[in-house]
């Protein structure tokens, strides 16, 4: 469930700021299939890629991190 809401608003703020998916894969240096499974909520992105995504995206952890 927490991977769910994850995925959904790294979803939500990729596409409001103009990435692909594959620009923004590439950008994390991460494969496009597994930034696929965090945006479906099938994984959990870890710490470095949860602050790697906070960064290229110019977003606060606190405004990406899902809410209760």
């Not at 494969?31 to 977003?59: D, F």
Request: no cysteine.
């Amino acid at each position: 469930m927490e991977a769910e809401k994850w995925g959904k608003r790294i979803r939500a703020y990729r596409k409001l700021k103009g990435y692909t998916q594959a620009g923004f894969a590439k950008t994390l240096g991460i494969s496009v299939s597994v930034l696929g499974e965090i945006e479906r909520g099938a994984r959990l992105p870890n710490e470095r890629v949860i602050n790697k995504i906070s960064i290229e995206l110019r977003i606060p952890l606190q405004e990406l991190a899902p809410r209760d």
